[in-house]
Every structure is written in structure tokens, then in C-alpha cells.
């Protein structure tokens, strides 16, 4: 559950991004794990979910452990990766600020910190790739597709 407010805008990292409304300190606890609001569930629970349930699911759950997927019930799940991310996520259950958070700034995560999957599979999708005509551009998330694993 976010303890911060916070405010769904367009990112330029990818999509849709979770930001700050206002200014958060360094070592500030922005999110936990709250029962009330998200969710564990097992790979099976995960995969009874028809279509396209499944997909949105798995595009917003993260790989906690071997066959135990989080669902942050909040705008949490909006948080996007940075290999330099302004946020760390000390597994199982706080998500805290690493520096000073400005006011309209989006808050993002290493997503191999608290992600099984993209600590075992990487994370190239993100890694920024140059055009042809020279720009810089960024690739699509891993979440923003469904593994074929949970295709069932």
C-alpha cells in the first residue's frame, strides 16, 4: 500500500508512471505490504484466471519468490524500472526513497531487486536502444508482455 500521495501520468520511460504530488526525504518508507489492499498469490491461483484477466495480472505482478506472485492493490504497480532507480524495494515488504524525492518526479525501482524473474531472465527490453536517426528511445517492459509460461 503507497504511503506517499502520489499520481498516475504519462512516462517517459514507458507507459504510464507512478509520481510524487509532493516533495518525499531520502529514506522514506513509501510503500508496504498490506493484506488489506494487495495480494499474494501462487503461480496456480495466478494461472486460473481466464483470459484476459491473466494477462493484465501477470503484467502487474511481480515474482516475489519461487511460485509466490505479488499484486500491489494500489497505484504501486505503476512503478517503472531504472537501472538507476530513485527507490529501493527491501524484499518482502517496504519500498523506500534512496534520495530526495521532488515533487512531480516519478518514482522508480530496480525491478531485479524485488522481481524473480527479471533478476533470472534481465532486463534488455529496457535498456535504451538508438534509433535509426540517431535518437534514443526505450524499448517496451518485460510486464508490458505476457510469458508464455502463463499462457495455460
Not at 503507497?2 to 508512471?17: K, N
Not at 508496504?32 to 483470459?51: K, N, Y
Amino acid at each position: 500500500m503507497l504511503l506517499v500521495p502520489t499520481v498516475l501520468r504519462p512516462s517517459p520511460i514507458a507507459g504510464v508512471g507512478l509520481f510524487a504530488t509532493m516533495r518525499i526525504p531520502a529514506g522514506q518508507r513509501i510503500w508496504v505490504f498490506d493484506p488489506a489492499v494487495d495480494w499474494r498469490l501462487s503461480g496456480d491461483e495466478l494461472a486460473a484466471f481466464p483470459e484476459p484477466w491473466l494477462s493484465l495480472l501477470r503484467q502487474w505482478c511481480y515474482e516475489e519468490s519461487d511460485d509466490v506472485f505479488v499484486l500491489c492493490g494500489d497505484n504501486a504497480k505503476f512503478m517503472n524500472h531504472s537501472f538507476e532507480p530513485n527507490c529501493l524495494d527491501e524484499p518482502p515488504d517496504v519500498t523506500i526513497t534512496l534520495r530526495d524525492i521532488a515533487a512531480g518526479e516519478e518514482l522508480t525501482c530496480d525491478y531485479r531487486v524485488v522481481d524473480r524473474q527479471s533478476a533470472r531472465d534481465g532486463l534488455e527490453a529496457w535498456r535504451p536502444a538508438v534509433s535509426d536517426d540517431g535518437n534514443t528511445r526505450r524499448l517496451a517492459s518485460r510486464r508490458q508482455g505476457v510469458s508464455e509460461q502463463w499462457r495455460r
